[in-house]
């Protein structure tokens, strides 16, 4: 997601929850990174964040929705449920890693980009491969028909050529 810094100085050591539901933050970030998402249900996530020593921060919450990706088998759109949960600690980086800093400090105000955070979330909860359903039979190689919804005429015999080698065993 695009950058999306907010103070935590203010916040109490007991935290403060905070309800990030503007879609256009995703929008952009699946138009930014061409991601083949389309939105479904509005995502929301819901933070609690705890500062911790001065320089880091607890960020609890759960990020709910779903969005519409493309089967890998099929190539037709299919809802896809997001509901994870999270609880991660994140501090301002050692110089020397020089990793991407998602907590900083800013003319003596410390802050946290919680949107790198809420991408990263996003991005674990996509499968890796992802299918309409376990069962999708995909697009026929042959003539490129949706083997879903429509019969294919291509010779059946050919069959899964991974699986002619078991074609000749014999179970003794
Ligand atoms: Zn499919
Ligand atoms: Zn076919």
């Known amino acids: 997601m695009l950058e999306l810094w907010i103070p935590i100085s203010e916040i109490h050591a007991e935290g403060e929850g905070l309800t990030f539901a503007d879609q256009v933050l995703w929008h952009e970030a699946w138009k930014e990174f061409s991601l083949p998402v389309e939105p479904a249900r509005d995502l929301e996530a819901v933070v609690t964040i705890m500062p911790q020593g001065g320089d880091g921060a607890l960020i609890r919450g759960t990020l709910r929705g779903s969005v519409k990706l493309v089967c890998d088998r099929c190539t037709e759109l299919f809802e896809f449920n997001i509901d994870v949960n999270f609880d991660i600690f994140e501090k301002i980086p050692d110089e020397e ?39 999708c039979k995909g697009v026929c190689p042959g003539c490129g028909k949706d083997l879903n919804s429509q019969k294919c005429e291509c010779d059946k015999e050919i069959g899964d050529e991974r699986l002619a080698v078991f074609r000749n065993l014999k179970i003794k």
Do not use: H, M, T, Y
């Open 97 to 135: 890693i020089g990793e991407e800093p998602r907590v900083r400090e800013l003319n003596g105000e410390l802050q946290l980009d919680i949107g790198a955070i809420l991408w990263e979330e996003f991005l674990l909860a996509l499968p890796v491969k992802p299918l309409c359903s376990e069962g």
